[in-house]
């Protein structure tokens, strides 16, 4: 294999990298935006807490997926930008409302605080509805028929359940005391619609693209591949049982962030598995979208430098903020 | 209106929205570190007060920055999707730098940078302070050498109508690229002194300073008064830079329909693109000739030596006629200030209260010189995207006309809500007395992992 049939393998990995780090990190703290409304006052406070350090963080890696599609794959990017025009503008507006609501809550007027928690939640809502939407398009290659179109309603339904999920799991690690016994419930209660709606897609995917299913329903990777669905169950049914015991508020106060993070890298693993190698199904392999040999090369190599650092200055962040939340102070 | 002039809008207002906060935080980050930096050497309290209240409004400025840079890094692909596939293999690695190298070490180390002290020691907190005013730095380096590619492309080569890497050297240092970044960082700095120069001045006119207010204030107004005839002298070169690649941007600039000798300098006009004139002109005799050429009598081409390619007149001429114009009201103001202030040994409460009030009447008057100056030489940049090479018309997305128009009036809904929101928020954070100190927070034993 040469360069330039290797890199654009190395870039579509080094994007699905990107877009699953911002899954996991955007997701628990726009679930964590949703989840606000639900919260006294105080609580509310607490939860932003949790978030504050990181939020402008997470999202960068939003730009870096993006980014990538843009730099590596161009002739991609506008297609994909072109067909989703729309809900990528309404993501954009929720994106924009939730991270200035994010400060200026704490900044304004204490009798405007609720408007920018209004906002806040809003914003969060907005931005994963029309993340699913986007998903549910993208995976089967913006087909139009209204099939489809169910099919991407359905999994904007679902992603912000997903998020809500992570979100509740991620209190449950970071908090302590009502604010913990309350996102223990909340978790428990997103648990049903995420497992309904990943069967339900796991199931839906496969019928609605000829290509997904051929890949799978085949022997004898059927075999092999079964291991993805089983140890989802196996964290999703691990997750539920944790949630119920008291445990959870003690020393296994961790466990139900890992089991959706290992979910969500099941579902990551799945998804690339289902799509590779094009960069849109059925229409645009990796190597009809990518850019010069030349051009990959050169980002390659920042990648290659920035990329380790990145990964550890944002351990180093997460490190620093460790343990149970505290209210936030600037100094 | 057509597609093409709607996705030009669309994308001017997102781009101006963004432009209003790095323009703020690049130099706002540096000043913290200084303020930082004067309290580790004085202990004064009035330091960390400032350090303090500046640390906010640099918090929500560069919210607003990412959330806006986050819109831009779409926009590119949505409202111009050839741009990527032609010279996506140029504008790709340095957008992907910037991404890798700055954007990442803002926010990386901003969460230290705002609620970190504390928890980490004194030194890794200036050093993440550090590092979030180097990564702005950094952003603003790599934004700019692809504008300026832009604007003065080089080091390119095309095949096919794809562009390729010819030279890295070359497509860095492009020949626009040292006056760009230059006049930008200065921008940067003159935005951040006037803000920081009205908001003190508000605060002594409302009776709410504290011992940071005439701190603020001097040190907003000195490097105000150093800074801006420096940014007089890089703008004049920048100019001269201009005449030599983009004659027509300048001669839009300026005014000039017709090739002329001896031009003169049009203080004001109205220029008619329908009769290709100005109308209501108030000129001085030979002075353009002199200022682009320095030679009274030296030849300026015209919009006529450019049919089909040259930028609309009217906008250049009037964008440039308010940020000189700007420069010049800064230029007076600093000095003045500086002079008066000086003299009273920088003690507000004998403050002239008509000069406070020149001061809280330009606290965005940075926002205003450096949109106006983006104004000049984008616009100036068309009917290319990348100029003399790649017209804009040729990248613009398919997407149809109302569906621009919709989220174009979503975003600029939002976006003036936003900005009302941001003056309003930092009026009643300047109003606000500072939260007393304990000043420093005592290091806590860190969490331990649960």
């Known amino acids: 294999m040469n360069w330039s049939q290797a890199l654009p393998i190395v870039f579509l990995g080094l994007m699905g990298l990107a877009m699953f780090v911002y899954v996991v990190l955007d997701g628990f703290d726009l679930g964590v935006g949703m989840l606000l409304p639900r919260a006294s006052d105080t609580d509310k406070d607490l939860m932003i807490s949790s978030i504050g350090p990181f939020w402008d963080a997470n999202e960068t890696w939003l730009v870096l997926g993006i980014g990538i599609l843009l730099i590596a794959f161009p002739k991609a990017h506008g297609i994909v930008m072109t067909a989703l025009y729309l809900p990528?503008?309404?993501?954009?507006?929720?994106?924009?409302?939730?991270?200035?609501?994010?400060?200026?809550?704490?900044?304004?007027?204490?009798?405007?605080?609720?408007?920018?928690?209004?906002?806040?939640?809003?914003?969060?809502?907005?931005?994963?509805?029309?993340?699913?939407?986007?998903?549910?398009?993208?995976?089967?290659?913006?087909?139009?028929?209204?099939?489809?179109?169910?099919?991407?309603?359905?999994?904007?339904?679902?992603?912000?359940?997903?998020?809500t999920l992570v979100g509740a799991a991620w209190l449950v690690m970071k908090t302590e005391g009502t604010l913990q016994q309350v996102a223990v419930r909340w978790a428990q209660q997103a648990w049903l619609p995420v497992v309904l709606g990943m069967a339900l897609i796991s199931l839906a995917t496969p019928m609605i693209?000829?290509?997904?299913?051929?890949?799978?329903?085949?022997?004898?990777?059927?075999?092999?591949?079964?291991?993805?669905?089983?140890?989802?169950?196996?964290?999703?049914?691990?997750?539920?049982?944790?949630?119920?015991?008291?445990?959870?508020?003690?020393?296994?106060?961790?466990?139900?962030?890992?089991?959706?993070?290992?979910?969500?890298?099941?579902?990551?693993?799945?998804?690339?598995?289902?799509?590779?190698?094009?960069?849109?199904?059925?229409?645009?392999?990796?190597?009809?979208?990518?850019?010069?040999?030349?051009?990959?090369?050169v980002i390659l190599i920042g990648c290659a430098v920035s990329v380790p650092a990145i990964a550890a200055y944002t351990l180093f962040a997460y490190r620093v903020f460790w343990g149970k939340a505290r209210e936030l102070t600037y100094a | 209106?057509?597609?093409?002039?709607?996705?030009?809008?669309?994308?001017?207002?997102?781009?101006?929205?963004?432009?209003?906060?790095?323009?703020?935080?690049?130099?706002?980050?540096?000043?913290?570190?200084?303020?930082?930096?004067?309290?580790?050497?004085?202990?004064?309290?009035?330091?960390?007060?400032?350090?303090?209240?500046?640390?906010?409004?640099?918090?929500?400025?560069?919210?607003?920055?990412?959330?806006s840079g986050i819109t831009m890094s779409f926009q590119f692909g949505t409202n111009w999707p050839g741009?990527?596939?032609?010279v996506g293999n140029i504008a790709g690695p340095l957008l992907g730098y910037e991404v890798l190298t700055a954007f990442f070490l803002e926010a990386g180390f901003l969460g230290i940078m705002l609620f970190g002290h504390g928890r980490v020691s004194e030194r890794v907190h200036l050093m993440a302070t550090f590092l979030v005013a180097f990564g702005t730095t950094v952003s603003a380096?790599?934004?700019?050498?692809?504008?300026?590619?832009?604007?003065?492309?080089?080091?390119?080569?095309?095949?096919?109508?794809?562009?390729?890497?010819?030279?890295?050297?070359?497509?860095?240092?492009?020949?626009?690229?040292?006056?760009?970044?230059?006049?930008?960082?200065?921008?940067?700095?003159?935005?951040?002194?006037?803000?920081?120069?009205?908001?003190?001045?508000?605060?002594?006119?409302?009776?709410?300073?504290?011992?940071?207010?005439?701190?603020?204030?001097?040190?907003?107004?000195?490097?105000?008064?150093?800074?801006?005839?420096?940014?007089?002298?890089?703008?004049?070169?920048?100019?001269?830079n201009t005449l030599e690649h983009q004659p027509q941007k300048i001669a839009a600039m300026e005014g000039i329909w017709k090739t002329e000798r001896a031009a003169p300098l049009r203080l004001f006009a109205w220029p008619d693109a329908a009769s290709q004139s100005n109308l209501y002109e108030i000129t001085v005799p030979r002075l353009a000739s002199l200022i682009l050429k320095h030679d009274a009598d030296a030849q300026l081409l015209g919009i006529d030596a450019f049919p089909d390619a040259h930028p609309p007149v009217a906008p250049l001429f009037w964008a440039f006629r308010v940020m000189v114009g700007m420069g010049v009201l800064m230029l007076a103001v600093s000095w003045t200030s500086w002079w008066l202030l000086r003299r009273q040994g920088w003690d507000l409460t004998h403050a002239p209260r008509p000069l406070l009030?020149?001061?809280?009447?330009?606290?965005?008057?940075?926002?205003?010189?450096?949109?106006?100056?983006?104004?000049?030489?984008?616009?100036?940049?068309?009917?290319?995207?990348?100029?003399?090479?790649?017209?804009?018309?040729?990248?613009?997305?398919?997407?149809?006309?109302?569906?621009?128009?919709?989220?174009?009036a979503m975003y600029v809904t939002l976006y003036l809500a936003l900005i009302v929101a941001y003056i309003s928020v930092l009026k009643y954070m300047a109003e606000k007395p500072p939260t007393e100190p304990a000043l420093v927070p005592t290091p806590e034993p860190r969490a331990q992992p649960a």
């Open chain 2, 83 to 86: 741009f990527m596939e032609r």
């Open chain 2, 357 to 408: 009030w020149l001061l809280a009447a330009m606290t965005f008057s940075g926002w205003v010189a450096t949109v106006a100056g983006w104004y000049v030489t984008e616009i100036g940049r068309q009917p290319f995207i990348v100029f003399g090479l790649l017209r804009t018309a040729d990248v613009a997305s398919k997407v149809p006309a109302p569906m621009i128009a919709a989220t174009l």
């Open chain 1, 209 to 297: 693209s000829q290509t997904v299913f051929d890949r799978w329903f085949a022997f004898p990777q059927l075999i092999a591949l079964s291991v993805i669905p089983l140890v989802c169950a196996v964290c999703l049914g691990g997750m539920l049982a944790v949630l119920r015991s008291p445990q959870v508020f003690g020393p296994l106060c961790w466990l139900p962030f890992a089991f959706v993070v290992t979910v969500f890298t099941l579902g990551g693993v799945g998804l690339a598995y289902s799509l590779y190698p094009y960069v849109i199904i059925d229409r645009m392999t990796i190597w009809q979208a990518a850019s010069a040999t030349e051009s990959l090369a």
């Open chain 2, 141 to 240: 380096f790599w934004i700019l050498v692809l504008n300026s590619w832009m604007q003065t492309p080089a080091g390119h080569v095309i095949r096919d109508g794809e562009f390729f890497v010819g030279s890295w050297p070359q497509i860095l240092f492009n020949p626009s690229f040292p006056y760009r970044f230059a006049h930008m960082l200065l921008a940067s700095t003159l935005t951040v002194c006037f803000l920081m120069a009205g908001l003190a001045a508000w605060q002594q006119l409302k009776h709410r300073a504290n011992a940071s207010t005439p701190k603020v204030l001097r040190v907003a107004i000195t490097l105000a008064a150093l800074v801006i005839p420096l940014q007089i002298a890089v703008g004049d070169l920048h100019g001269l």
């Open chain 2, 1 to 67: 209106m057509d597609a093409l002039l709607l996705a030009r809008m669309q994308f001017a207002a997102n781009i101006t929205f963004h432009i209003l906060f790095p323009t703020i935080s690049i130099a706002l980050g540096w000043t913290l570190l200084f303020f930082r930096w004067r309290w580790l050497k004085t202990q004064q309290d009035a330091w960390l007060v400032a350090y303090r209240f500046w640390t906010k409004v640099f918090a929500l400025t560069f919210a607003l920055g990412v959330v």
């Open chain 1, 88 to 163: 990528i503008a309404l993501m954009l507006v929720g994106l924009i409302l939730r991270g200035v609501a994010f400060d200026f809550r704490v900044k304004a007027q204490a009798s405007h605080k609720p408007l920018w928690n209004a906002a806040f939640f809003a914003g969060s809502m907005l931005a994963s509805l029309a993340q699913g939407w986007m998903l549910g398009r993208y995976i089967t290659g913006f087909a139009s028929g209204e099939p489809y179109l169910y099919f991407a309603g359905a999994i904007a339904l679902c992603l912000p359940a997903a998020y």
